[in-house]
Each structure stands twice: as C-alpha cells, then as structure tokens.
C-alpha cells in the first residue's frame, strides 16, 4: 500500500519542475478552540495537470517516514489530533493504568481495538479522511487523525504556526481542518522562491464560546466531559509554560464554569446524584484549579495537575454514568423525564443562621470588588470562583432544597458577572451588580423561605392537637375494654389485651417509620409527588374523622363494636378476640397518627423550628396522655366527650383545609399539576396552606362546601348522633 501511494504520487506529479522551496504560514482561531491541545491541520495537494515535478526527498519522506503514535494518557488521547500520510504506520499506546479501547467510529474504517496497560496495536489506514478516535470503555475520550494522500500535511504549532519544507512550484489546494471550526479550502499558487510565506489563514469560530450567562448548547455528558478534558488540557499546557499563570488559573476556572456548569451537569449531579457527589466533584474542581496554580508558579511538578486531571475525569465518568442509568442523558432531561433520584432536602437555618450566610456572602464579593478596584482583573475572577463555590453554596442548598428553579438564574449571574470583572469591570458599576446579586439571593431565599418549611407555633400546636385526639381515643376505648374484660373476669384477659397494644403501637412504630422512608427516599420530582399525595390523604382522614365526630356517631359506633367483640370473647373464651381487638383499637388510631404526622413533617420538617416544635409537641401530648389516663384509670372520672368531639371535630377540618392546600402545591412544584396564579391574593399565607393560585383555592373551597353540606345534615336530623337499633336488639 505505502509503495503504491508513493507510485501514484510520482505519477500525479510527474510533470512538476525540480525547483522546490519552504511554504510557511499561520492559521488564527479563537482560543475557545484551545490551539496548544487541539491544533488545526494543514495540508497542501497539487492541482492535476500543472506541468510541475515533485522533489524526491519529499516524496522519499512519505514513504520511509517513522510510524505516527497516538498514546492513551491520563483518560485523553494524546496527541488529541494527529496528523499522517497515506501509507504510514499509525500506532496506539496506553500509558495509563486503566485498560482503554481504541475505537476508530469514522464510516469506512475498520478499527476496534481493547487496549490493556502498556500494550501498543499498530494501524494502517487504506484510504484519507478525517479519522474520529474514541473509547468504548471511557465514552468521553476523543481523538482526531487526519490521513492526506499527500506528503503535506502537519499540525499546526501551539502558535498555530506551520512550514512545510521541499515544496515544488506549482498550483496547490491549500486545506485547515479543525475540529471545532468550519473547514478552509483556498488555491494557491507556490513560486519558486526558496521561502513562501502564506500569511495567515483564519479559522471560523465554532457556533458557541462559553461566555458568561450565554446558553450552553446540547450535548450528551460524555461530550461535555470531553470539552472539560479539552480545557483542562489546555490550562495544563500553559501552566507548563513561563509567564502564563494566569491564564492556566482561567482555563482551569473555565473547565468548571464554561462547561460543567453550564452545561448543567452541575445541576444534574446535585439534582439527582445528591449534594455529596456534587460537592466532592466541586472539590476535585478546586483542587485542579490550584493545581494549575501550583504548576505554573513551580511549586508543584506537571505530574501533580495531570494526576488530579485524570482523577476529576474519572469522577466525570463515573457521574455521567449513573445519570444516564437514570434517564438523564443531558441537559434537557435534568427538571423533566422519569429520573426519580435527588438530594435529600436540607434542614433550613433559622432566619438568625441565614442572615449570617447573606453576611458571608456579602464579605466575600466585598473582596472580590476590592481586587477589581486594584486592576487586578484575573484575580477577582477567580475570586468569583471562590465565592460561588463556599460562600454561596450553603444558600444554594437551602434554595435547591426549597425550589431549584430558583437556583439556575443566580447561577447564571454569578457566571456573568465573573466574565465581566475578568474583562475589567470595575467601581460603581461593579458595586451596582454586586449589590444587584446580593439582593437578588437575599428575595430568592425570603421567597421559598415564605413556603411552608415551618416554625415552632404552628408545627408544636399541630404536632400536640394530633397525639391529643388520636391519644384520648385509644385511652377511652382501652378503658372500656379493660372494664368489659374485668367483669367477665376471665383469667389471662388482660394479658391478652396486653398483648394486642403492645402488637398495635409495634405495628404503628413500623408503619409511621415505613411511610416515612417511602417518602424520604423519594426524591426531587418524585418526593414533592409523595408528599403531596400524602397530605391529601391527611387531609381526606381528618375531613371524614372530624365529620363523624361533629355528628357523634363513629366513636359510639366504634365502642359498640368493642363492647360486642369483648363480649364474644367472654363468651366463647377467645383471647386470641380479645387480643385482636385490642390490637384493632389501637393500631387503627395509630395507622391514623403515622399518616397524619408523615403530612405535618411534609409541611413544618424543612425548618430546624419546625422540626423542634414537632417534637416538643408530641412529648408535652405524650406526657399529658399519660396523666389522663391515670385520672380515668384511678378516679373514673369521665371526660366531656360530646364538647371534646365536637372541638376537635373543628380543628381537624381546619387542618384538613391546611393539608389539602399545601398538597396541591406539593404537586404544583413537581409539574404535575398546572399553576394559575392569583396576583390579587398576594403572597398568600403558606403556613396557613393558603397559597394564591386558582388550584390550591378551589380544592380548599370544595372541602368547605363539603363541610356545609355535612353540617346541614347533621343540623336536620339526616344523620342521627345515636345508632338505630339492629333488629337483633328490636327482637330482644
């Protein structure tokens, strides 16, 4: 094959005159392009039928010319793009300790080779083209060769620069390739003069820069992988060279800023790989980042950034792994598609806490303004860094964890404003944007603050009201039973009710702590849906509980019950009856807790408050359930149940009304459910579950009517406070 493409150029070039000479020049392409790493490609072919002659040396070099390597190093080809004739021998080595395959994907080659440790595989393309190189085993890893039929052909310098050497005159199509721009194809015509120079050739830019706030394009996280490698690599190679600090700290920022985030794989690690896997990849960031620092001031050797490089890389990897198990591939599938994983939801300070974050938030872009002033533009960029990354972070879990959709649009401005100051933005106008940002963080919080994450009153009133009722219910109907089985003095009754309670409040611990996990474990989308259908069905219970005990009915019913299921197993002396009553009265109030208590946590165990009041809540009922039962027990005194069912009666279905309306909000924020807001209304008052938008209300409106219509029928007589008599009593 070598010797034919060699014949076949003597052929095409026969007629060319024997007077050869240099040809140099320049190819300019934006930096984004990262020339140092992924240089362009020249190449220069002969116009057929020019009467010229090649140079034999040039064509002797195409022929016996030593084989061309693509090394595997540090999870990146490299060099990231080669260039060869047709003919020669293209070799793949991996320097690396992971095992890598070279995969070449272009149509109409044929290569696909596993690659152990130090283990070389030789290639010889059969025909040019643009050669795309990739690992199967490391999907973001690429590589480009260019194979030219022709003798002329390199890669450009880091400066972009090029000679080709032996040149014969002659008419020449001049080609520049490069990845990430639009191809350039020119004739020219090459003298005879012993130096040509061709000036400079411009590439187009690509379609996108990573400019701050500029909306990233779609790519597949393997590709955004790829481009952090690529800048990456580009941060490396100046950090390697004197004088270019700065700009090795830049491209490293960059890598996080222009591509990671946003990209919005930031926000799909967060969202549904969870804080930790986001902050240990923002950590692998900054490390590299002061890696490239290090480098380039000599404190560190290269092989310190290459080796935290190929770590983050293979986080990356990892990453972009686990998210495509989960249905995100991109960003387009990060707030929409069937992921059901997201960070657990944040304990929020209380308001003394957040202000102190907003403090901290502010010193820190104090600093930052405060290098801008100097004219140190490149350190009060990287200051930004700095400041997003640990000064604003613990209020970007708080907001994250009450609305992400608030945390995007910040993310945007702090990129923006960074591109700014690192263009020299200064003074007033800096101070005005700064200013601009703090607020803008500070209204973000106070807004998803007004949601319902709860506070002490509220959460303690509704936490003591529940155990209370539910509490005084198991109370009377296990004073009952107690009664009923120590007049049928039947021996190991109370054993066997013993028994039944203490099976129930196992049943009860069980059931309050498996909802609990359902929910919890569910996360993102997927929890707001949980805690949304949980509230309804709060709300639905308390509704139905708090009609029948306005009506009287159902706690008269449900004694009877109790009084015919005592007296059955007094009768056919069953204790297993007498157990599975006991266990039915009390697991069927605290099936009732468990539900009830999992929707007070939706609404008030997203604040530290909230979550103290809850608690106090159920120690002061537990402590004064306690002390009622001891009266009733020792002193039979009876409580005042019509009053008691009847108030209680009224504050469930005011906290049914509650339920209903943060549930349907719940829904709301996962997307299940339209909004239509309500300007008029305000704010509304979420802690009251009154939130301004038509869906909210007109649940809660419906439950009103309900409420109404019931209590019109209890008014007229519809609905009897005292059971009719079965006919098994009529008879008797």
Same mark, same amino acid.
């Given at each position: 094959?070598?010797?034919l493409?060699?014949?076949?150029?003597?052929l095409?070039?026969?007629?060319?005159s024997?007077?050869?000479?240099?040809?140099?020049?320049?190819?300019?392409?934006?930096?984004? #392009?990262?020339?140092?790493?992924?240089?362009?490609?020249?190449?220069?072919?002969?116009?057929?039928?020019?009467?010229?002659?090649?140079?034999?040396?040039?064509?002797?070099?195409?022929?016996d010319?030593?084989?061309?390597?693509?090394?595997? %190093?540090?999870?990146?080809?490299?060099?990231?793009?080669?260039?060869?004739?047709?003919g020669?021998?293209?070799?793949?080595?991996?320097?690396?300790?992971?095992?890598?395959?070279?995969?070449?994907?272009?149509?109409?080659?044929?290569?696909? =080779?596993?690659?152990?440790?130090?283990?070389?595989?030789?290639?010889?393309?059969?025909?040019p083209?643009?050669?795309?190189l +990739?690992?199967?085993?490391?999907?973001?890893? #690429?590589?480009?060769?260019?194979?030219? +039929?022709s003798p002329?052909? %390199?890669t #450009?310098?880091?400066?972009?620069?090029?000679?080709?050497?032996e040149?014969?005159?002659?008419?020449?199509?001049?080609?520049?390739?490069?990845?990430?721009?639009?191809?350039?194809?020119?004739?020219?015509?090459?003298?005879?003069?012993?130096?040509?120079?061709?000036?400079?050739?411009?590439?187009?830019?690509?379609?996108?820069?990573p400019?701050?706030g500029?909306?990233a394009?779609?790519?597949?996280?393997?590709?955004?992988?790829d481009?952090?490698?690529?800048?990456?690599?580009?941060?490396?190679?100046?950090?390697?060279r004197?004088?270019?600090?700065?700009k090795?700290?830049?491209?490293?920022?960059?890598?996080?800023?222009?591509?990671?985030?946003?990209?919005?794989?930031?926000?799909?690690?967060r969202?549904?790989?969870?804080?930790?896997?986001?902050?240990?990849?923002?950590?692998?960031?900054?490390?590299?980042?002061?890696?490239?620092?290090?480098?380039?001031k000599?404190?560190?050797?290269?092989?310190y950034?290459a080796?935290?490089?190929?770590?983050?890389?293979?986080?990356?990897?990892?990453?972009?792994?686990?998210?495509?198990?989960?249905?995100?591939?991109?960003?387009?599938?990060?707030?929409?598609?069937?992921?059901?994983?997201?960070?657990?939801?944040?304990?929020?300070?209380?308001?003394?806490?957040?202000?102190?974050?907003?403090?901290?938030?502010?010193?820190?872009?104090?600093?930052?303004?405060?290098?801008?002033?100097? /004219?140190? +533009?490149?350190?009060?960029?990287s200051?930004?860094?700095?400041?997003?990354?640990?000064?604003?972070?613990?209020?970007?879990?708080?907001?994250?964890?009450?609305?992400?959709?608030?945390?995007?649009?910040?993310?945007?401005?702090f990129?923006?404003?960074?591109?700014e100051?690192?263009?020299?933005?200064?003074?007033?106008?800096?101070?005005?944007?700064?200013?601009?940002?703090?607020?803008?963080?500070?209204?973000?919080?106070?807004?998803?603050?007004?949601?319902?994450?709860?506070?002490?009153?509220?959460?303690f009133?509704?936490?003591?009201?529940?155990?209370?009722?539910?509490?005084?219910?198991?109370?009377?109907l296990?004073?009952?039973?107690?009664?009923?089985?120590?007049?049928?003095? =039947?021996?190991?009754?109370m054993?066997?009710?013993?028994?039944?309670?203490?099976?129930?409040?196992?049943?009860?611990?069980?059931t309050?702590?498996?909802?609990?996990?359902?929910v919890?474990?569910?996360?993102?989308?997927?929890?707001?849906?949980?805690?949304?259908?949980?509230?309804?069905?709060?709300?639905?219970?308390?509704?139905?509980v708090?009609?029948?005990?306005?009506?009287?009915s159902?706690? %008269?019913r449900?004694m009877?019950?109790?009084?015919?299921q005592?007296?059955?197993?007094?009768?056919?002396?069953?204790?297993?009856?007498?157990?599975?009553?006991?266990?039915?009265?009390?697991?069927r109030?605290?099936?009732?807790?468990?539900?009830?208590?999992?929707?007070?946590?939706?609404g008030?165990?997203?604040?530290?408050?909230?979550?103290?009041?809850l608690?106090?809540?159920?120690?002061?009922?537990?402590?004064?359930?306690?002390?009622i039962?001891?009266?009733?027990?020792?002193?039979?005194?009876?409580?005042?149940?019509?009053?008691?069912?009847?108030?209680?009666?009224?504050?469930?279905?005011?906290?049914?009304?509650?339920?209903?309306?943060?549930?349907i909000?719940?829904?709301?924020?996962?997307?299940?459910? %339209?909004?239509?807001?309500?300007?008029?209304?305000?704010? /509304?008052?979420?802690?009251?579950?009154?939130?301004?938008?038509?869906?909210?209300?007109?649940?809660?409106?419906?439950?009103?009517?309900?409420?109404?219509?019931?209590?019109?029928?209890?008014?007229?007589?519809?609905?009897?406070?005292?059971?009719?008599?079965?006919r098994?009593?009529?008879?008797?």
């Amino acid at each position: 094959m070598r010797r034919l493409a060699v014949l076949a150029w003597f052929l095409l070039l026969g007629g060319l005159s024997a007077r050869a000479g240099d040809v140099s020049g320049r190819v300019a392409m934006p930096e984004v #392009c990262s020339p140092g790493v992924s240089p362009a490609v020249v190449s220069l072919e002969p116009v057929t039928g020019t009467g010229s002659s090649p140079a034999d040396p040039a064509l002797k070099q195409a022929a016996d010319a030593e084989v061309v390597l693509v090394d595997q %190093k540090g999870l990146q080809f490299v060099p990231r793009v080669q260039a060869m004739s047709l003919g020669r021998t293209l070799r793949f080595t991996n320097a690396d300790s992971e095992r890598h395959s070279v995969h070449v994907v272009t149509p109409g080659f044929d290569f696909n =080779q596993s690659m152990a440790p130090g283990e070389p595989h030789d290639w010889v393309p059969d025909k040019p083209g643009v050669v795309r190189l +990739a690992c199967d085993i490391h999907s973001h890893m #690429c590589g480009y060769v260019v194979v030219s +039929a022709s003798p002329w052909v %390199k890669t #450009c310098d880091r400066d972009g620069k090029f000679r080709f050497t032996e040149v014969p005159e002659g008419r020449y199509v001049l080609n520049v390739w490069h990845e990430m721009g639009e191809p350039l194809r020119k004739e020219v015509t090459i003298g005879g003069e012993a130096a040509s120079d061709l000036g400079t050739l411009t590439v187009t830019a690509p379609s996108f820069t990573p400019v701050a706030g500029q909306v990233a394009p779609v790519l597949p996280w393997p590709e955004v992988i790829d481009r952090i490698s690529l800048t990456l690599a580009a941060s490396f190679d100046a950090a390697t060279r004197p004088g270019e600090f700065k700009k090795a700290r830049r491209l490293a920022e960059d890598a996080y800023w222009g591509e990671f985030e946003a990209s919005d794989m930031e926000t799909a690690v967060r969202t549904y790989l969870g804080y930790a896997r986001a902050g240990a990849l923002e950590g692998e960031f900054l490390a590299t980042q002061a890696a490239a620092s290090k480098v380039a001031k000599g404190n560190e050797p290269p092989e310190y950034m290459a080796e935290l490089t190929r770590k983050l890389l293979l986080s990356l990897v990892n990453a972009s792994d686990d998210l495509n198990k989960k249905g995100v591939p991109d960003r387009t599938h990060v707030f929409v598609g069937a992921a059901n994983a997201a960070p657990p939801l944040a304990t929020i300070p209380g308001s003394r806490d957040q202000r102190a974050l907003l403090l901290g938030l502010k010193q820190g872009l104090l600093e930052l303004q405060a290098l801008a002033d100097k /004219g140190e +533009a490149e350190d009060a960029a990287s200051a930004m860094t700095s400041v997003y990354l640990v000064d604003f972070e613990p209020l970007e879990r708080i907001l994250n964890s009450l609305n992400p959709r608030e945390v995007r649009p910040l993310e945007i401005e702090f990129n923006r404003i960074r591109g700014e100051v690192g263009s020299g933005l200064k003074g007033e106008k800096l101070g005005a944007k700064l200013n601009d940002l703090q607020e803008r963080v500070a209204l973000a919080l106070g807004r998803v603050t007004e949601q319902p994450a709860g506070t002490f009153g509220p959460a303690f009133a509704g936490s003591l009201f529940i155990i209370l009722r539910e509490g005084v219910e198991v109370i009377l109907l296990l004073a009952m039973l107690v009664a009923l089985a120590t007049k049928t003095a =039947q021996p190991g009754a109370m054993r066997a009710i013993g028994w039944g309670v203490g099976l129930a409040v196992v049943a009860s611990i069980i059931t309050a702590v498996g909802l609990n996990l359902i929910v919890s474990s569910a996360q993102n989308k997927t929890r707001e849906v949980a805690e949304g259908v949980v509230m309804l069905a709060a709300s639905g219970v308390l509704f139905y509980v708090s009609y029948w005990l306005i009506s009287q009915s159902e706690s %008269k019913r449900w004694m009877d019950f109790l009084k015919r299921q005592a007296a059955r197993g007094s009768e056919i002396g069953g204790l297993g009856t007498l157990a599975l009553t006991a266990f039915l009265a009390v697991y069927r109030e605290g099936a009732e807790t468990a539900l009830m208590y999992q929707a007070l946590i939706g609404g008030h165990g997203r604040s530290r408050e909230g979550v103290i009041g809850l608690a106090v809540g159920l120690g002061v009922g537990l402590v004064l359930l306690a002390v009622i039962a001891y009266i009733i027990r020792a002193s039979s005194v009876r409580l005042p149940l019509r009053s008691f069912f009847k108030f209680s009666g009224v504050v469930l279905f005011a906290m049914a009304v509650v339920f209903a309306g943060n549930g349907i909000f719940e829904l709301q924020n996962a997307g299940i459910l %339209k909004t239509t807001e309500l300007e008029w209304f305000g704010p /509304g008052l979420p802690a009251l579950g009154l939130h301004p938008n038509v869906q909210a209300l007109s649940v809660q409106g419906l439950l009103l009517l309900g409420a109404a219509f019931a209590l019109v029928l209890v008014l007229t007589g519809e609905v009897s406070s005292t059971p009719k008599p079965t006919r098994q009593a009529a008879s008797r």
